[in-house]
């Protein structure tokens, strides 16, 4: 790794800034200065930051209840994003955190960012068929021909391919938990319209085995355990 991507990574200081440092000498690499920007650093090498010891950070893996409204994007000049929603020195520590599962604007509940590209290809891979349950509130009340013709697979709008079997479970006869394994465009709203049914709010509850923690209000957050993070194989 360059020595100003190491020292922007694990500091709170941008690559400009960090390059600053660097020729400012402020920089020791094993005992001594360097000032070359780009040169790249051996494995295992011990690097000062005006005299501080910087410490390799891991990647990190969070999970954030969506509120609706709030796009799921790092950058958006026109709305609020997910990552408005977290602590700025997260996020200068963080420079890397992605969201891992896209959510509309209008649907809320779990929603995962990560600093680490393997782990969100798996969550979204279609190859892996990372199964997503979302509890849907519906116009009218959900038909026994609806149930069997989601389970079995739809066929969507412009779509050359019906869906892959849901599950679904009926909460009431205007909701329900609908698990898919796929992530299409607009799937859940666009399924259901396929049944001649209309999709009033959105919520997703679960990836994998990562279940929303009921504790966290509407746009906070917390860092995933060394249990849920290790449940997407």
């Known amino acids: 790794m360059r020595l100003d991507q190491f020292i922007s990574t694990n500091s709170p200081l941008s690559r400009k800034e960090a390059r600053r440092a660097i020729h400012a000498s402020n ?24 005299g501080q010891q910087l410490t390799v950070q891991g990647e990190r893996y969070l999970m954030l209840n969506k509120p609706a409204g709030i796009v799921s994007a790092t950058h958006d000049s026109e709305h609020s994003t997910a990552l408005d929603l977290l602590p700025a020195e997260l996020i200068e520590l963080t420079r890397n955190l992605h ?36 509890r849907v509130n519906l116009s009218t009340p959900i038909l026994d021909s609806t149930i069997q013709d989601l389970e079995t ?31 299409r465009y607009h799937q859940v709203k666009r399924m259901l319209a396929a049944t001649g049914n209309h999709v009033v709010a959105l919520h997703r509850q679960s990836i994998g085995d990562i279940i929303l923690d009921p504790a966290l209000e509407p746009g906070a957050y917390r860092e995933l355990t060394e249990q849920e993070v290790a449940s997407i194989g």
Do not use: F
Not at 27 to 37: C, F, I, P, S
């Open 27 to 50: 920089v020791e690499v094993n005992g001594e200065v360097w000032k070359d920007t780009g040169k790249h650093l051996p494995a295992g090498a011990r690097v000062l930051l005006e």
């Open 153 to 183: 697979g739809v066929m969507l709008h412009q779509d050359p391919k019906p869906t892959k079997p849901a599950q679904v479970k009926v909460l009431e006869q205007q909701l329900i938990e609908l698990t898919i394994s796929e992530g």
């Open 99 to 134: 969201i891992a599962g896209r959510l509309d604007a209008d649907t809320t509940g779990l929603l995962l960012l990560t600093t680490d590209g393997q782990w969100s290809h798996r969550v979204t891979s279609p190859r892996i068929e990372c199964p997503k349950t979302y």
